[in-house]
């Protein structure tokens, strides 16, 4: 795999300091005094009594719950991290909405829900496959993509300090930045994944809330929602949904990386994106891990170079094929101890590509969503920087419909989620880095018509038998022949013995030919 390209840093375009407000949190929470008090419960609307919906019955201002169950895995650390019981290091309090209520302030409603008082089941929009949007709807979809990319975040901002430096030097001046929408969702994949910083130079890397554990698949879901929901309202169009790419063409040719989708390549530098895609002037956030570590600091918001993907020197690495996702399909457990990378026979693990898509495991092979990130390369090959890509947003938007596949067709109890003993994050009712307010994994361990989505896809393969089951049928077959053979010779035999003729296996054969003397 090529080295990620790294870019000299340059002007922040898309996300900008406030000296005022502060972290990955809302907005209207970010004063001192709610910092200080570890209390995020805003008033909804203007009058002041109406904290959290509180006067309409959509809320109230409580305790936060978080997981203390145990986990296992890598991180052997404690209250080293920020995202140890999420999210108490920040906020004690937030709103806790009530029904179908949603929304840090309890003024939105869940997902697959509409109406003044949210109790109107909404229509689910329709994932579709990418190629065979209208040009109309590819226009849409990839048009407010870019406009994500340049308006900043309503609602939300971003930090630039772990939790013991977020007031500051002083103590009076929250360190954050604000951001661009699409550069959001960006930190948030960064946040997940980014290393513990125990001091300058010294981070500790055996950490990740949204990968390699169950959570894979309910962080990235719930991930696309805040996206899709953040274009609906950008565009104005509540039946806007985010389009799929089914990766599993077996090719090894990127069949979006065009430029009527995501970009081809330049002529010039294949690494960057063809001048005649929107996407050739997109800049990255979150690339500088190493650098961040050093300074013991969390990325910001800065832009550090242009998008870049690097298919070149890849040895012929050829995408996952259909049969490799019937296989994962085929999978009944959601996972298996220890919950890590090296579960076998794990739809997850699977799914996830640690796994051989049949669900054994070859520390050789990637496959299916790892396979698909190597293949792309370049600013998609890390997890901390694949984000930036859009391509990131159709690939997992496949990855979840697989899930979906999978949901709907063993339709599994919540218990097969582990309650304790995944790693830090990836346990059951662990509230999910670092979305706020507050979501379990639980909570979206769900069929995607249930959220308010579904797909328009068709995952299933003509049944073709293997050898072993072909020889299996032939030998069966065979052996029912002969048993009806020496039924049939032994009644024949019995007739030939009382009409006085010789038994047939006594008989002497004769050579000649029908065309000779007798």
Same mark, same amino acid.
């Given at each position: 795999m090529s080295p990620l390209w790294w870019g000299l840093l340059v002007s922040c375009l898309g996300c900008g300091i406030l000296p005022a407000t502060w972290a990955q949190f809302p907005r209207v929470c970010m004063t001192v005094g709610s910092l200080l008090a570890k209390e995020c419960c805003p008033i909804l609307g203007t009058d002041a009594a109406n904290i959290c919906g509180v006067q309409e019955g959509r809320g109230l201002c409580a305790q936060v719950q978080a997981d203390s169950r145990p986990w296992s895995g890598p991180y052997v650390l404690r209250n080293q991290d920020?995202?140890?019981?999420?999210?108490r290091k920040f906020f004690n309090r937030t709103c806790k909405c009530t029904g179908n209520f949603a929304g840090y302030h309890c003024g939105d409603c869940k997902f697959g829900w509409?109406?003044?008082?949210?109790?109107?089941?909404? #229509?689910?929009?329709?994932?579709?496959?990418? %190629?065979s949007l209208t040009p109309e709807e590819r226009e849409q979809f990839?048009? #407010?993509?870019?406009? #994500?990319?340049?308006?900043? %975040?309503?609602d939300y901002v971003i930090t630039m300090q772990h939790w013991l430096g977020l007031l500051g030097p002083n103590g009076t001046q929250p360190q954050i930045a604000n951001c661009s929408i699409y550069d959001y969702f960006v930190w948030l994949h960064y946040y997940s994944v980014r290393d513990t910083l125990l001091g300058p130079g010294r981070p500790y890397k055996a950490i990740d809330f949204s990968h390699q554990g169950p959570a894979f698949v309910t962080w990235h879901r719930y991930h696309l929602l805040l996206l899709e929901r953040d274009l609906q309202r950008l565009t104005g169009n509540e039946s806007f949904a985010l389009p799929y790419w089914n990766f599993a063409t077996g090719r090894n040719e990127c069949d979006v990386c065009t430029d009527q989708l995501f970009g081809a390549s330049r002529q010039d530098d294949p690494t960057l994106i063809s001048l005649n895609s929107r996407f050739s002037s997109w800049q990255i956030v979150c690339n500088s891990l190493d650098d961040?570590?050093?300074?013991?600091?969390?990325?910001?918001?800065t832009y550090e170079g242009l998008l870049r993907r690097n298919q070149v020197g890849r040895n012929n690495e050829k995408l996952p +094929?259909?049969?490799?996702?019937?296989?994962?399909?085929?999978? %009944?457990?959601?996972d298996n101890p220890p919950f890590f990378q090296n579960? +076998?026979?794990?739809?997850?693990?699977?799914?996830?590509?640690?796994?051989?898509?049949?669900?054994?495991?070859? #520390?050789?092979?990637?496959?299916?969503?790892?396979?698909? %990130?190597s293949f792309l390369n370049g600013t998609n090959a890390l997890p901390h920087s694949a984000a930036n890509d859009p391509v990131f947003v159709v690939l997992h938007s496949f990855t979840d419909a697989i899930f979906d596949e999978w949901m709907n067709k063993f339709k599994p109890p919540v218990d097969v989620w582990p309650q304790e003993l995944a790693p830090i994050g990836h346990n059951r009712m662990y509230n999910m880095v670092p979305f706020f307010p507050p979501v379990t994994n639980e909570e979206l361990f769900l069929p995607a018509d249930q959220l308010g989505y +579904?797909?328009?896809?068709?995952?299933?393969?003509?049944?073709?038998?293997d050898w072993t089951t072909i020889l299996l049928l032939l030998g069966t077959g065979v052996l029912a022949a002969f048993a009806a053979l020496l039924v049939f010779l032994g009644f024949l035999q019995c007739r030939r013995v009382r009409r006085g003729y010789t038994p047939l296996m006594e008989t002497q054969l004769s050579y000649k030919r029908y065309t000779e003397d007798a």
């Amino acid at each position: 795999m090529s080295p990620l390209w790294w870019g000299l840093l340059v002007s922040c375009l898309g996300c900008g300091i406030l000296p005022a407000t502060w972290a990955q949190f809302p907005r209207v929470c970010m004063t001192v005094g709610s910092l200080l008090a570890k209390e995020c419960c805003p008033i909804l609307g203007t009058d002041a009594a109406n904290i959290c919906g509180v006067q309409e019955g959509r809320g109230l201002c409580a305790q936060v719950q978080a997981d203390s169950r145990p986990w296992s895995g890598p991180y052997v650390l404690r209250n080293q991290d920020d995202r140890e019981q999420w999210p108490r290091k920040f906020f004690n309090r937030t709103c806790k909405c009530t029904g179908n209520f949603a929304g840090y302030h309890c003024g939105d409603c869940k997902f697959g829900w509409t109406g003044p008082n949210c109790d109107q089941k909404k #229509a689910p929009v329709v994932r579709k496959n990418v %190629h065979s949007l209208t040009p109309e709807e590819r226009e849409q979809f990839l048009g #407010a993509l870019d406009l #994500a990319k340049n308006t900043t %975040h309503p609602d939300y901002v971003i930090t630039m300090q772990h939790w013991l430096g977020l007031l500051g030097p002083n103590g009076t001046q929250p360190q954050i930045a604000n951001c661009s929408i699409y550069d959001y969702f960006v930190w948030l994949h960064y946040y997940s994944v980014r290393d513990t910083l125990l001091g300058p130079g010294r981070p500790y890397k055996a950490i990740d809330f949204s990968h390699q554990g169950p959570a894979f698949v309910t962080w990235h879901r719930y991930h696309l929602l805040l996206l899709e929901r953040d274009l609906q309202r950008l565009t104005g169009n509540e039946s806007f949904a985010l389009p799929y790419w089914n990766f599993a063409t077996g090719r090894n040719e990127c069949d979006v990386c065009t430029d009527q989708l995501f970009g081809a390549s330049r002529q010039d530098d294949p690494t960057l994106i063809s001048l005649n895609s929107r996407f050739s002037s997109w800049q990255i956030v979150c690339n500088s891990l190493d650098d961040y570590n050093r300074r013991v600091t969390l990325c910001n918001g800065t832009y550090e170079g242009l998008l870049r993907r690097n298919q070149v020197g890849r040895n012929n690495e050829k995408l996952p +094929t259909l049969e490799d996702v019937q296989d994962c399909l085929s999978l %009944h457990k959601f996972d298996n101890p220890p919950f890590f990378q090296n579960s +076998t026979f794990s739809f997850r693990n699977s799914l996830e590509g640690f796994d051989k898509p049949d669900g054994t495991m070859d #520390a050789q092979v990637m496959s299916l969503h790892n396979l698909v %990130h190597s293949f792309l390369n370049g600013t998609n090959a890390l997890p901390h920087s694949a984000a930036n890509d859009p391509v990131f947003v159709v690939l997992h938007s496949f990855t979840d419909a697989i899930f979906d596949e999978w949901m709907n067709k063993f339709k599994p109890p919540v218990d097969v989620w582990p309650q304790e003993l995944a790693p830090i994050g990836h346990n059951r009712m662990y509230n999910m880095v670092p979305f706020f307010p507050p979501v379990t994994n639980e909570e979206l361990f769900l069929p995607a018509d249930q959220l308010g989505y +579904t797909y328009a896809i068709d995952l299933t393969v003509e049944e073709s038998a293997d050898w072993t089951t072909i020889l299996l049928l032939l030998g069966t077959g065979v052996l029912a022949a002969f048993a009806a053979l020496l039924v049939f010779l032994g009644f024949l035999q019995c007739r030939r013995v009382r009409r006085g003729y010789t038994p047939l296996m006594e008989t002497q054969l004769s050579y000649k030919r029908y065309t000779e003397d007798a």
